[in-house]
């Protein structure tokens, strides 16, 4: 049951909201010319006539307090009708008023001043008195007052609530100004898109669903790609454009014959020696490739990388999308995301190229489903690998667009090839090697191989091209190098006799003085018809610019120089054994061998900075990188990262000679009964010449009749039973001086039986022999 004072404070709430819709009623409706229009008749006309003459535009004041009073009331709320807060009332209404007066232009408001008769009288009272800008901050200043305590909220309360108001407004702000500029990036977006609709691409062509169109034909070569005009095509479709591989043009080679100096034909072995590639076509799924660019958009979209997939160049391994971020991306925030990528994708490894060198654009690597063999035979099938004018062609693979990837080794001019166990690096040489053999006489180019894991290029022994029959020993490896050093300064002393500056002029004079054109005298100004050198005793002697042989002047007869290919399969264990005299020989061949005709191809699978030294690295411009374990190791062979996101089973990553963008090639196959089918065909053709006096150590090795010393077999027998060498113990066990003991050390480490100081081991070397 509701109580006495319950029932009253009802009443009264009924009666104020009455009270105000009528007020409100008077005052909408009042019209001072014509009373007869009120809607609450001639009462409530003269009521708001007289609120409006009184307090001008401030009587609206008193609705607004009658409907905050009833809300109160309907509320069951305390009405808040005391002293202070009917005399707060009044001071709002009135200085409301003056404030009016002052402030809004004095026209008639519904015949009336803005601010009535209070506001016109008390506000000129006031200006009198304090002016007009004391008037107003006065003014301000009691309302504010009259509010606080007209209402129940404190100026804290106010103040939250402006901030708040304020802080939703800002935000409602940024985010309509958010959405305009991703509307407009949008439209400009389309708009740009109907532009490159409009015109044609260049780059590739787009594919239907159901049908496939033939890209024009695009050389990739490491060397001097040639600049091919391509046919433009329209684009059919929205989306990404996809560049559909060339289907490769083969042509089979047939055998050719050229003459060598034993005035025999020497027959290169064709290509049907190889395995017969797989017929099948490749086929480009546009659906699948379009999905894939969807599904790469969206998850670069959740790291905060907006943009689109522009092209998307499909491979024999992998599928190269190029996507155009949007303006004001950083290219460091995408760059990182490699691992984050391939696990959103569920891929195996993500390589990214940012950004793709001549384009706004970043590169994304993906792994194929299905992966395809590259065979040699395709390759060395192409028409552009026919074409090849190189001096030392090598064959590499395909590149992610599926495109033949061709090298000469005389621009390189030495390779540099790492990679970890399992990566493809011995396939890798051996397609480089088998490449070079298809191409190449015994006349033209000469190898010298150094195989310190004896079984990796045994299969090249015997074949006419050979210098030496495989190295394996450590420190025969060692005499070769060097061999390679003198015969190095050995041409370049020909070169400077002949008045040439390289290998190519030369052989270009000995070629007109086989046919006649040039005699021997103008052919050796220098010397007068003589070809000559310096050997090991500084002794000068006459040399056959072949074989290094003594000859007479009047029979000396030139002959063209060979290029000679040196080929290292484990370098980290040739720097095992004999650091400082092979790096000292790489280093020079590498610095100044090119001209000569002698190229270096050293291989690793330990790419350490103590195996390539930074003098190697310098040297060595042209590098191949096989997947490899960790990204140090990458650094150290290509001085960047990218490596160790490779595939494996050939995959690798080439600095191009000339170039500083990474190259991604997938190396062509070649199964080991392949190449030993070539290099039996290569036996067939004749003997090798070899030249044994490569292995011969030169007579400043050692001291003279040192080989004849009675104690340098007891020297061995005593380290090899102690399993460890150092001067200071075989000059007790022998009871020698110091000198004598250093001397037989340092023949032990020439002759292979110890090897070199160890820093970690107090100067101790590692014997490598057993037990005697």
Wanted: with cysteine; charged share 25%.
């Amino acid at each position: 049951m509701v109580a006495p004072e319950g029932r009253r404070q009802d009443v009264f709430a009924i009666l104020t909201l009455t009270a105000t819709v009528l007020l409100t009623l008077a005052l909408i409706s009042y019209d001072a010319r014509n009373g007869s229009a009120n809607l609450v008749g001639p009462v409530g006309h003269r009521l708001a006539r007289a609120l409006m003459l009184a307090f001008g535009l401030v009587a609206w004041f008193l609705p607004l307090e009658g409907a905050l009073l009833t809300y109160r009331l309907f509320r069951r709320r305390s009405a808040m009708l005391g002293v202070a807060t009917m005399a707060s009332t009044l001071v709002l209404v009135v200085v409301g008023a003056s404030l009016a007066h002052l402030l809004i232009e004095p026209q008639a408001v519904w015949g009336a001043s803005p601010g009535g008769a209070v506001g016109e009288l008390l506000g000129e009272v006031l200006r009198s008195l304090l002016g007009f800008y004391g008037t107003v901050i006065i003014g301000f200043a009691v309302l504010g007052i009259s509010i606080i305590l007209r209402t129940p909220w404190t100026l804290e309360e106010v103040t939250a609530w402006f901030a708040r108001v304020a802080h939703g407004a800002w935000a409602k702000v940024q985010s309509i100004f958010v959405a305009l500029r991703e509307a407009w990036a949008e439209a400009r977006d389309i708009h740009e898109e109907e532009i490159r609709a409009s015109q044609p691409r260049i780059m590739g062509v787009r594919l239907d669903d159901e049908d496939e169109k033939q890209v024009p034909e695009r050389k990739a070569s490491v060397i001097a790609p040639e600049a091919t005009a391509k046919k433009p095509s329209a684009p059919t479709s929205t989306g990404p454009t996809i560049v559909a591989p060339k289907e490769t043009k083969q042509t089979p080679l047939e055998i050719s014959t050229r003459p060598r100096h034993e005035h025999r034909d020497f027959e290169l072995p064709p290509t049907s020696l190889l395995d017969e590639p797989d017929a099948a076509v490749i086929h480009v799924d546009a659906d699948a490739l379009r999905e894939n660019a969807e599904l790469l958009t969206e998850k670069l979209a959740a790291y905060g990388v907006r943009g689109r997939v522009d092209e998307i160049h499909p491979g024999p391994v992998v599928t190269m999308y190029e996507f155009e971020p949007q303006s004001g991306t950083k290219v460091s925030k995408i760059a990182g995301l490699a691992d984050d990528l391939a696990m959103a994708l569920a891929a195996q490894k993500v390589r990214i190229v940012a950004p793709i060198a001549g384009k706004a654009r970043v590169g994304f690597e993906l792994p194929n489903d299905t992966r395809q063999t590259v065979p040699l035979r395709e390759i060395l099938e192409d028409r552009r690998w026919e074409k090849h004018t190189g001096a030392l062609p090598v064959a590499l693979g395909k590149d992610i667009g599926g495109q033949p990837v061709y090298a000469d080794l005389a621009r390189m001019p030495h390779l540099l090839v790492a990679g970890a166990t399992g990566s493809g690096k011995s396939v890798g040489l051996n397609v480089m090697l088998t490449s070079i053999l298809s191409k190449k006489t015994p006349d033209e180019v000469r190898m010298l191989m150094v195989d310190p894991k004896v079984v990796e290029l045994q299969v090249f022994d015997g074949i006419p091209h050979m210098l030496l029959p495989v190295v394996t020993d450590m420190k025969k490896a060692a005499l070769a190098l060097r061999w390679a050093v003198d015969e190095m300064e050995r041409r370049y002393q020909m070169f400077a006799d002949a008045g040439t500056r390289n290998i190519d002029t030369y052989n270009r004079r000995v070629e007109r003085v086989l046919k006649g054109d040039l005699s021997i005298d103008k052919f050796m100004p220098k010397r007068k018809g003589k070809v000559s050198a310096q050997d090991a005793n500084g002794q000068e002697v006459l040399l056959d610019p072949t074989d290094g042989e003594s000859a007479d002047a009047e029979d000396f007869q030139p002959e063209k120089l060979p290029a000679i290919v040196v080929v290292v399969d484990e370098f980290a264990d040739l720097m095992m054994v004999a650091a400082k005299d092979v790096e000292a020989c790489i280093a020079r061949l590498a610095q100044k061998a090119r001209a000569s005709g002698i190229h270096v191809i050293l291989a690793t699978q330990r790419p350490s900075v103590d195996v390539i030294t930074g003098m190697i690295k310098a040297n060595f411009p042209a590098r191949v990188a096989f997947k490899v374990s960790q990204r140090q190791d990458s650094m150290t062979i290509l001085g960047r990262s990218g490596a160790e996101h490779l595939l494996g089973m050939g995959d690798m990553l080439m600095i191009p000679p000339g170039a500083s963008e990474l190259q991604r090639v997938h190396a062509a196959y070649v199964s080991e009964d392949e190449v030993r089918t070539v290099c039996d065909f290569l036996r067939e053709q004749g003997e090798p010449t070899y030249h044994q006096e490569i292995l011969k150590p030169r007579e400043d090795d050692g001291p003279e009749g040192e080989s004849d010393d009675p104690l340098y077999d007891k020297a061995v027998a005593v380290v090899a039973n102690a399993g460890y060498c150092s001067i200071s113990h075989v000059q007790r066990q022998l009871s020698v001086g110091y000198n004598k003991a250093a001397k037989l050390v340092e023949r032990m480490e020439q002759e292979g039986v110890v090897g070199p100081p160890s820093s970690k081991a107090g100067g101790r070397r590692e014997v490598l022999v057993g037990p005697m």
